[in-house]
């Protein structure tokens, strides 16, 4: 799998890129609320797992199994999760006053990370 990014986690300091991943990383971005960290804690064939930190709030998400994949919100004033089925080709669409972040599983072992902002 490929991605618009690369593998290099600068390139989502600004809270928008598309990377891949193959092991456990740690990416900080512009969040809603000021600086957040999206930390991948797990990355295996078909399978991802990661921490979300911004302002005094925590959010996890972990998705196994082909074309599986984790979809977090973040918003000033909190956030949400949701985990299931997703096509790893669809970027998320961006969210007013939000950063989406989607984690897709790869049978090689290879997650792809989009992080959206408005």
């Given amino acids: 799998m490929s991605a618009a990014d690369g593998r290099d986690v600068r390139a989502c300091a600004d809270g928008n890129c598309e990377i891949a991943v193959t092991g456990p990383v740690t990416i900080r971005?512009?969040?809603?609320?000021?600086?957040?960290?999206?930390?991948?804690?797990?990355?295996?064939?078909?399978?991802?797992?990661?921490?979300?930190?911004?302002?005094?709030g925590r959010s996890q998400g972990g998705a196994s199994g082909p074309g599986q994949g984790c979809i977090t919100v973040l918003r000033s004033n909190g956030g949400?999760?949701?985990?299931?089925?997703?096509?790893?080709?669809?970027?998320?669409s961006p969210q007013p006053d939000a950063v989406v972040i989607q984690a897709t599983t790869g049978e090689d072992g290879t997650a792809i990370l989009h992080i959206v902002s408005d």
Avoid: H, I
Wanted: charged share 20%; aromatic share 4%; proline share 10%.
């Fill in 80 to 92: 949400g999760n949701s985990c299931g089925g997703l096509d790893d080709t669809a970027r998320p």
């Fill in 29 to 56: 971005f512009k969040g809603p609320a000021g600086p957040a960290t999206l930390s991948v804690t797990e990355v295996g064939p078909n399978k991802v797992e990661y921490t979300v930190k911004s302002g005094s």
